[in-house]
């Protein structure tokens, strides 16, 4: 593979994996395909090849663990198995014989027609409540991958997400003896919201229907906002069932999340305000957050009705991959299980309107894999963001243009920075692990040594422990801003050895990453500093080598402030110089001891 604009790329990828474990297909079967894209190549067997087992109408279930593929990787789509009976649209809930047939739904002829979602796209009314939200450069992003990044920011929507145009330009077409009967719909999250709102600009009662185990903060915001919560079903599944025969049984319009023409048209806006926004010349690729597909197909609707050479790609976590196994077996289907770590994707199986013009318009498919270990407050917000930035790291993008939406809600974006480093792209945070002599000043003597002249070490994670062991050494846990192998994270590692200090790179080692940074911590007291580079060792220089610092416990998060454990051995009597060594650094860390029902907490794993 290769990028024109960059230097070449490994001539043979690494291999898709697909593994059915329900569809009698060999246990391991290596799905590749030949298939170029802008100049990206990924080789292959015809996709013509491709199984694609029916069972009845309806779609197959499968695991997520079935497929996967390395991150960033492209994964082209199977266009030529025949559509399934049970992937053709129609209305939740519908009984009309005429709309039974194997055309679906006979309500929405226009989605058939040349231009006709482009033509609801630029005419939808969504407008009235949702707002052309800002198309941002991201300037340090673009800076570290050599690439200019945009951010569609669907986070500044009245409710915090897209949701909101889809909900409003749907129930903007109901005629009035609709609105009258009023609407209703199952969500726990944001197009719950967007209901509530259309509704209240609309003049209509919505019935928002959300399962049982729904977070009382998320139901309360729902009420805000003038909708009528009903708790119901142990499932979304469930609720969903639930809000449909409600609905029939009221005469209440079913209002789609995702699988619906009109949703599709009003989600599409946010597509034609990146083309009006950015350089439509000079665009190259968007990248798009997939759940249930609404997003991605109205964005890809209008893109490539209007500039059809940039490409469209989807991204969904690897536990979530319900679009993507769709895609690649050319039929729908439904997941047996979904992580929900990202919740705002975490569908199990998507619409079927979606599906068709996923199918059609897209340029393919990434699985973003995202570490439950990583502190990403709304991991749904950037998935694409992740995406976009594995994308450009595995293919080597120089000079291109990229977009990404955010499309989650209540995504903080001072972490932005942090979602570049921390989202598993291999491409932005090298682990170390090592062992230094316990005592006093050891811990500043290694931060220089790993320095150098190269000014501050921009340190992600640092954990450490005083010496439990016999052999008077401690044990340390630490992370760098720098790509695992990298030039950067090599000579880091060459002047640790020419000091004589051993470390280890342990950035491939999933059980360290997953659990091993768990383990070394222990009893401290609490300081809140601010998020910037040699902030960690500014705080440590007054403490060490004065004292010995038994404890570091330090994630970096992203946020414009944070916190760590620290805990220091200090005798009775010198406590009034403690403090007077921390009242230097009273003007940037708060330091707070633990105290009550916190410390009885540690007290139960700390060893006297």
Not at 290 to 309: D, E, Q, R
Not at 343 to 362: N, S, Y
Request: include cysteine; aromatic fraction near 6%; charged fraction near 20%.
């Amino acid at each position: 593979m290769e990028e024109a604009s960059g230097p070449a790329a490994p001539a043979v990828p690494e291999p898709i994996r697909f593994s059915p474990k329900k569809d009698g297909l060999p246990k391991t079967f290596t799905y590749t395909l030949e298939k170029r894209v802008s100049g990206i190549v990924v080789d292959g067997r015809d996709e013509a090849a491709m199984p694609s087992p029916r069972c009845g109408s309806m779609p197959p279930l499968v695991d997520p663990e079935d497929f996967g593929a390395p991150p960033g990787q492209l994964i082209p789509i199977n266009r030529s198995t025949p559509p399934s009976p049970a992937d053709v649209y129609r209305c939740a809930g519908c009984v009309k014989a005429e709309c039974q047939g194997p055309t679906g739904c006979t309500d929405f002829q226009w989605r058939d027609q040349s231009g006709g979602y482009l033509r609801e796209i630029l005419t939808s009314r969504v407008y009235s409540v949702a707002r052309e939200t800002p198309l941002e450069r991201a300037p340090g992003i673009s800076d570290a991958i050599g690439c200019n990044l945009y951010l569609k920011r669907e986070d500044m929507q009245p409710v915090h997400s897209f949701k909101i145009r889809g909900a409003f330009n749907r129930m903007a077409r109901l005629t009035p003896e609709q609105l009258k009967r009023g609407v209703i719909c199952s969500s726990a999250g944001n197009h719950a919201q967007g209901v509530a709102m259309s509704a209240a600009h609309l003049g209509c009662s919505a019935v928002i229907c959300m399962p049982t185990n729904s977070p009382e903060i998320k139901y309360q915001a729902v009420e805000r906002l003038g909708g009528t919560v009903e708790l119901v079903g142990e499932s979304f599944y469930e609720t969903a069932a639930h809000a449909v025969a409600r609905g029939i049984a009221e005469g209440r319009t079913f209002i789609n999340a995702y699988d619906d023409p009109y949703c599709i048209a009003g989600q599409g806006t946010a597509g034609a305000e990146i083309l009006r926004q950015g350089d439509i010349d000079k665009m190259d690729y968007i990248f798009v957050a997939v759940g249930g597909g609404g997003l991605i197909a109205g964005i890809a609707a209008v893109v490539k009705a209007l500039k059809p050479s940039i490409k469209i790609i989807g991204v969904e976590p690897t536990g979530a991959n319900s679009m993507t196994q769709s895609l690649v077996r050319g039929e729908r289907v439904t997941l047996s299980k979904v992580d929900a770590f990202a919740d705002g994707v975490a569908i199990k199986l998507v619409g079927a309107e979606a599906f068709r013009l996923c199918r059609e318009l897209l340029d393919g498919m990434l699985l973003e894999v995202f570490n439950e270990t990583r502190s990403i407050l709304e991991p749904a917000g950037a998935v694409a963001v992740a995406g976009a930035l594995a994308f450009a790291s595995r293919y080597r993008l120089r000079g291109k243009t990229l977009v990404a939406v955010t499309s989650g809600a209540n995504m903080n974006f001072d972490r932005l920075r942090i979602v570049s480093e921390l989202a598993n792209v291999g491409s932005a945070e090298t682990m170390l692990a090592t062992a230094l002599p316990d005592e006093p000043g050891s811990l500043l003597r290694l931060m220089d040594i790993l320095s150098g002249n190269s000014g501050p070490l921009n340190i992600t994670e640092f954990k450490y422990r005083y010496n439990m062991h016999s052999d008077g050494l401690a044990r340390m846990l630490f992370s760098v801003g720098e790509a695992p192998g990298s030039k950067e994270s090599r000579a880091l590692m060459a002047r640790a050895q020419a000091a004589g200090i051993r470390v280890q790179d342990v950035s491939d080692v999933e059980l360290a990453q997953t659990h091993l940074r768990h383990m070394i911590a222990g009893l401290g007291g609490n300081v809140t500093y601010p998020e910037r580079v040699g902030m960690l060792r500014k705080l440590l220089t007054p403490l060490s080598p004065r004292w010995t610092i038994s404890l570091v416990h330090f994630r970096k998060t992203g946020n414009r402030s944070s916190t760590l454990m620290l805990g220091v051995q200090l005798k009775p009597e010198e406590m009034a110089e403690f403090l007077e060594a921390t009242e230097s650094l009273s003007g940037e860390f708060v330091f707070e001891p633990l105290l009550g029902r916190a410390k009885q907490v540690f007290d139960l794993f700390l060893e006297k």
